[in-house]
């Protein structure tokens, strides 16, 4: 699999490292994909929220494969 978030930066860019922590979950990949982030005091939500529906989204395709 792979992932892509759109609305968290200026432009997408492909982490094909963030890709392959998908099966340690999503806190691994929002660990990757936000390491180098510097959140003002306004978007600071934004890491948490990206960890939060990713998760959410694994465990519907997970749901979807069983």
């Known amino acids: 699999g792979s992932v892509a978030m759109g609305g968290v930066a200026p432009k997408p ?3 094909p490292e963030a890709n392959a922590a998908l099966p340690q979950g999503a806190a691994a ?10 959140p ?13 529906t990713l998760a959410a989204l694994i465990a519907q395709a997970q749901e979807e494969t069983e």
């Open 29 to 38: 990949v929002a660990g990757i994909l936000f390491r180098d982030a510097q």
């Open 13 to 15: 860019w492909a982490m």
């Open 40 to 52: 003002t005091p306004h978007n600071a939500f934004k890491p948490k929220l990206a960890e939060r």
